[in-house]
């Protein structure tokens, strides 16, 4: 409905009433009332905003409500009416975080590229190592790229501009650099499948190594189950909290996000049943993909304090859709990520169970000895 209404706003408490008004001419009510050009006036609307100095409520509410008898043709059931409440200058803040947080975007895939082109560096010169990583680890990594590429990349952007418009308006910069994103992604994903198929191949070639994949079947064992009952709880959490506001894909989708954050369990795991020491990870690779999943959640305790908290769904750099964020959670997670790859760091210099205590460890251990060959 579109109506032309005017009325008083209480600076103090932030109550908006309004008398409005309707024109009928051509609408299905008013052809069932005989009513030609003209106009409804009996409307009263009612919305609760911000007050004048204060912060603006999240959600502005309200109620449009016909002000005739029911028996009357023109009169009509209340609606009710919901919007989003910001001043200017916190639209001319969210414009800036959000220029941020595109910024932040393009250095963490810059980056998370140049460590994966280390790997293969490092796998290059060490090539004995290729059989020793573990390939649910890969396989985890190669499909955190790949359901964003391919499932969620569109709604993405789409999505944000058709509900921040005006938050979202950079002159153009904001399509450049979706393609910018678009292409490192895709460049991400590409040496992460190349990763993913040298280990499998050196695997699969080395028939000395099928002992490899018992232990690898070992590892998916262990961490599948604690997968499904992750998703378990994420799914019932999601049955319980009615009021919550994400779908369930979104918070299936938040939780693979904090699986994609412990990428480095199942390489704990491989570890301590080969027990090997050697450097199969170079320290560029895990180290830094650590730092590019804890980065977002020590942005996303300042943006919490810093920002305004009610436009997530202009979020672009710890987006809630892509991992689980919370005051708790940027702390948890930080931590338990830096754990496993402090552990891995030790695996790796002192043997796959030197952390664990003497009575679990195994007796054998595995240690790569560099090999000269001639040609």
Not at 62 to 89: A, C, H, N
Not at 201 to 220: D, M, P
């Amino acid at each position: 409905m579109k109506i032309s209404a005017e009325g008083i706003y209480n600076p103090k408490s932030g109550a908006l009433c309004l008398i409005g008004c309707q024109y009928v001419g051509s609408s299905d009510t008013a052809r069932q009332a005989k009513v030609n050009d003209s106009m409804d006036c009996e409307i009263f609307i009612n919305m609760q905003l911000g007050s004048l100095h204060g912060k603006p409520a999240e959600h502005v509410k309200g109620t449009i409500r016909s002000l005739r008898e029911k028996s009357d043709p023109l009169f009509f059931d209340s609606v009710e009416i919901t919007s989003r409440g910001i001043y200017f200058e916190q639209a001319a803040e969210s414009m800036w975080r959000i220029d941020v947080e595109i910024t932040m975007v393009l250095i963490s895939l810059t980056f998370t590229c140049l460590f994966l082109g280390l790997q293969l560096y490092h796998l290059k010169k060490n090539p004995d190592f290729l059989p020793f990583i573990s390939i649910l680890m890969l396989v985890i990594l190669v499909l955190g790229n790949m359901i964003p590429l391919v499932l969620n990349f569109d709604a993405l952007f789409v999505m944000r501009r058709s509900k921040q418009n005006i938050l979202m308006w950079s002159g153009g910069w904001l399509e450049v650099n979706e393609v910018v994103i678009r292409v490192l992604t895709m460049v991400n994903f590409l040496l992460q499948l190349r990763l993913l198929h040298v280990a499998w191949a050196a695997r699969s070639a080395n028939v000395s190594k099928t002992g490899l994949w018992v232990h690898e079947k070992k590892t998916i064992w262990i961490c599948l189950p604690l997968y499904l009952f992750g998703a378990f709880i994420a799914w019932l959490v999601h049955t319980i909290n009615k009021s919550g506001r994400h779908t369930l894909w979104e918070d299936l989708s938040s939780y693979a996000g904090l699986i994609l954050d412990g990428f480095l369990l199942p390489q704990v795991i491989f570890n301590v049943f080969f027990n090997l020491k050697g450097k199969a990870l170079a320290h560029p690779f895990y180290i830094g993909f650590t730092l590019v999943r804890v980065l977002p959640h020590v942005y996303d305790a300042y943006r919490s304090r810093h920002y305004v908290p009610f436009v997530k769904s202009s979020y672009i750099y710890a987006s809630p859709n892509e991992d689980i964020y919370s005051l708790a959670w940027d702390i948890v997670v930080p931590l338990g990520v830096l754990i496993l790859s402090v552990v891995v760091f030790l695996q790796q210099r002192f043997g796959g169970s030197s952390f664990l205590p003497l009575r679990l460890r195994r007796s054998g251990e595995y240690e790569m000895v560099p090999v000269s060959s001639s040609s």
